[in-house]
Every structure is written in C-alpha cells, then in structure tokens.
C-alpha cells in the first residue's frame, strides 16, 4: 500500500518575499529549467540568467528606476 503523505513538495527557495518594493510591484521570477526570468506585471521580459539573486536584485533595482522615472513624468 502507498505511503500517503500531506506535506506538499519541497520547493526550496520558491517566490519569498525579500524585496523593498511593495508586492503588486515586484517582478515575478519564474525558473525554466537552469534560467531564471523576471517578468514586470504587464508581462514584459526584464531579464534571463542563470542566478537567481542576480536576476532578482536586477529585476528589483530596474523596477525602482522605472516608477522614479514614472514620478517625474
């Protein structure tokens, strides 16, 4: 007979919320095999690498100069 377990899978280190930027602001990071990508709210591609800290803190730091930028205008 199966062993049935509840506990959901291990997911390591899946979508925590580490960023300043409020949560409707910050870029979504999705794996796709070795890369990473970090997509705006609207969709557009930010950036792809293969480490994650770096794609997010590039995401998170691009996010902060286009609201400036946005402010200004």
């Keep these: 007979m199966p062993k049935a377990s509840r506990k959901g899978k291990d997911n390591g280190n899946t979508q925590l919320n580490e960023g300043d930027l409020p949560r ?13 990508a970090a997509y705006d709210k ?3 591609l930010i950036i792809l690498g293969y480490d994650r800290k770096i794609v997010q803190g590039y995401a998170n730091e691009q996010r902060k100069l286009r609201s400036k930028r946005k402010r200004k205008d």
């Design 24 to 36: 409707s602001k910050q870029p979504t990071i999705v794996e796709r095999g070795k890369k990473f």
């Design 42 to 44: 609207r969709g557009r």
